[in-house]
């Protein structure tokens, strides 16, 4: 395994980041969506694997079980098979039939979970499961996604390394909140090297993450049913909070204006920035302040909702607001200085 290990890891790329156009901002997208397995959750389930594998936590008849919603069980998927390791996903019926499909054709087990929890999500439901399984099983590792200091590693040494090599200032940084494995590392990177920087976080309407109330969401990725431990070690200046609705007009908006086919997560930050930045925020800084937001993963997984006009109007019905081409009211920005490092 350390042999592959070696070999895997030249196989980790360098997503781009491209320039957007902007009024008033200098506008930066790093496309996280072109990793070699599709999604920003690459590094971390590659670095999460290798150091468990270094410390002996994982040898070679381990098996792997993990709760994700779609991208990090695609990359756990790729790597254990590259390691020649067994992997269990636990999944909802959130996940793409994309990605249940291409789950259910790498791996031996899928479970998924039908039963919401008391939130009305499945986070905890899946969890639960991954408990039971971890039990049942001999040599069972749950990598626990949230609570995993070594994925804030992985983002801190390769995603933010990436970000850092191409600025000589930044004065913006919009990330999305689901695990918080990756604005704990980026932000920890960026602090250190961008004076003055402002971190946003982003999470999904719904989301428990950052005390909002509990409620049912349609769109896997951004937002959380718990506080993930790993929000612990982020360094946030300001948070914002996105409605699903937004999150769709913001994914058509990338692709109609910028010409880029994104994913949901990536819609929901997008979304942030151009409310961040409306009306008197277009002053913010001075003159033209560089801003980038992260963008997890590709939007192929969401042709069938995000991207499906009838699935679209149904989700702005059931949130009774306007069908998603229509004017959406702001995002809702909070402070929340006790999470400043």
């Not at 980026?186 to 602090?191: D, E, G, N, P, T």
């Not at 937004?246 to 819609?267: A, I, K, Q």
């Not at 002053?283 to 997984?301: E, H, I, M, S, Y």
Request: include cysteine; charge should be positive; hydrophobic fraction near 40%.
């Amino acid at each position: 395994m350390f042999q592959r290990l070696r070999s895997l890891e030249q196989s980790l790329g360098s997503p781009p980041i491209v320039q957007l156009d902007a009024r008033h901002l200098n506008l930066f997208a790093k496309l996280e969506g072109q990793n070699l397995v599709g999604s920003v959750k690459d590094r971390a389930a590659y670095w999460m694997l290798r150091a468990a594998i270094l410390r002996g936590d994982v040898t070679e008849g381990s098996t792997i079980v993990e709760s994700s919603s779609g991208n990090f069980a695609l990359a756990l998927a790729y790597f254990c098979k590259q390691l020649g390791l067994r992997f269990i996903p636990v999944i909802d019926p959130n996940v793409s039939r994309l990605y249940e499909t291409r789950l259910r054709g790498s791996c031996a087990t899928v479970v998924k979970v039908t039963e919401r929890d008391d939130t009305g999500g499945f986070l905890k439901t899946r969890l639960e499961k991954v408990a039971e399984l971890c039990r049942e099983i001999p040599g069972a590792f749950w990598p626990n996604q949230y609570e995993n200091l070594d994925i804030a590693d992985a983002h801190y040494r390769c995603t933010a390394k990436e970000i850092v090599g191409s600025f000589q200032q930044l004065d913006y940084a919009f990330i999305g909140v689901g695990t918080g494995g990756t604005i704990a590392g980026v932000s920890r990177a960026l602090k250190e090297r961008f004076r003055g920087i402002t971190i946003v976080a982003v999470d999904a309407e719904g989301s428990v993450i950052f005390g909002g109330a509990p409620r049912k969401r349609h769109i896997p990725g951004l937002g959380s049913s718990i506080v993930p431990g790993l929000l612990r070690h982020a360094h946030i200046d300001e948070v914002m909070t996105v409605s699903e609705v937004e999150t769709v007009r913001g994914c058509r908006e990338l692709v109609s204006r910028h010409g880029l086919f994104l994913g949901g997560s990536s819609g929901t930050v997008f979304a942030a920035v151009s409310r961040y930045f409306a009306g008197e925020g277009a002053t913010r800084r001075g003159a033209r302040p560089n801003v980038l937001f992260l963008c997890p993963d590709g939007g192929k997984a969401y042709q069938s909702t995000i991207y499906n006009d009838d699935w679209a109007r149904w989700l702005a019905a059931n949130h009774g607001e306007r069908p998603c081409g229509l004017p959406a009211a702001q995002a809702r920005r909070t402070f929340q200085p006790a999470l400043a490092a």
